[in-house]
């Protein structure tokens, strides 16, 4: 969660800068009330070039983007208690344009997915959660159907196991997710076969676990879908694939969540602007409800227990919803809260 003000969180946004043809200046900050979802900007407090996705460190005031660039940065920050950001180090990540970045659930290691580089990096972190020289780069090979988005690999998320099982990786370029076991002492990964390979042109982008760690949830960004996995010994098993919207017109999944229950699947679909929400309690991703977002891109969306907050980077705008607990269901509530090329929301 955010770091804290009084009764209040604080909430970071990263964004596209001009860098990337966007709009923002770098990593603003918003003071969020858990009691009614409502955010109060702060304004920018680290002007860095295209953070385009944000994470924190699970135990110390330190906050990691990525620096969406073609020589490929990643950025630390330690978290002031009113959300301001003070610059710790930059490192290059070895690849272009870093899309995603996650910390292992210890702490002592930050991974980051270079999309345009196809490639997955490993940092060691000290006992401040400073980022270290980088300890590894492993490339991903070969090319999917998508002639025009899948002509080479392009890793997309990393997701570490929280009951330190092997980490997921997604590329998008090669439909496929890697596994990968972390050498402690050496802070290198070592494949874990097999992998998974996805039908051709699913074009997977983001993952999201099941609470219980048997079940995970994959969107396909080029074929528009939502496919359900077991996740066993051997690697994710395929028990379940869906449409990830029930609306007409271009469907491009971007964020996946499960929330905090483990009853109820979001993801935002850009083109139609929504987010589905899924039941699960099936075999398969139920759709019991799309709402729309306000905007035409949801690139990215934060869930707690009772608000949902959609980053449409295109509309330039955050929407507050307020998910009723019994039918996962959001609702808008407020006005939306402007801010420029968002990509991110970081509670």
């Known amino acids: 969660m955010g770091a804290l003000t009084g009764q209040h969180e604080v909430v970071h946004i990263g964004g596209y800068t001009a860098e990337s043809d966007g709009r923002a200046d770098g990593i603003v900050a918003a003071r969020r009330d858990p009691v009614t979802g409502a955010l109060t900007p702060l304004g920018t407090v680290a002007a860095t070039p295209s953070p385009s996705f944000l994470a924190r460190h699970p135990a110390l005031p330190v906050l990691y983007a990525v620096n969406e660039l073609p020589d490929g940065l990643v950025s630390a920050f330690r978290v002031g208690s009113d959300g301001d950001l003070m610059p710790l180090v930059v490192r290059p990540t070895g690849g272009a344009e870093p899309c995603h970045l996650a910390v292992a659930p210890d702490g002592r ?28 780069l492993v490339r991903h090979e070969g090319h999917g159907a998508d002639p025009d988005r899948q002509e080479r690999a392009h890793c997309h998320m990393v997701s570490p196991d929280p009951a330190g099982g092997p980490l997921l990786a997604v590329d998008l370029g090669t439909d496929s997710v890697y596994r990968y076991d972390l050498e402690a002492a050496s802070g290198r990964l070592v494949p874990r076969a097999p992998r998974l390979r996805t039908p051709a042109g699913t074009g997977p982008r983001h993952l999201a676990r099941h609470p219980d760690g048997r079940r995970c949830w994959l969107v396909g960004e080029l074929d528009g879908t939502v496919t359900a996995y077991d996740l066993t010994p051997d690697g994710p098993h395929q028990r379940a694939r869906v449409d990830a919207s029930g609306r007409a017109g271009h469907v491009q999944p971007s964020e996946v969540a499960v929330g ?77 809260v402007p801010a420029a090329s968002p990509t991110c929301v970081l509670l």
Request: hydrophobic share 40%.
């Open 260 to 336: 905090p229950d483990g009853r109820f699947l979001y993801v935002g679909n850009r083109g139609v602007g929504t987010v589905a929400v899924f039941a699960l309690d099936g075999a398969a991703p139920e759709l019991v409800a799309e709402v729309d977002t306000g905007g035409g891109w949801p690139r990215h969306f934060a869930l707690t227990g009772a608000h949902l907050y959609v980053a449409d980077e295109r509309a330039d705008l955050i929407r507050i919803f307020q998910v009723d607990r019994a039918s996962g269901v959001p609702e808008p509530v407020g006005e939306p």
């Open 109 to 136: 290691n930050l991974f980051v997915a270079n999309y345009g580089g196809g490639s997955l990096a490993v940092f060691g972190l000290d006992a401040d959660g400073v980022p270290g020289e980088r300890t590894d």
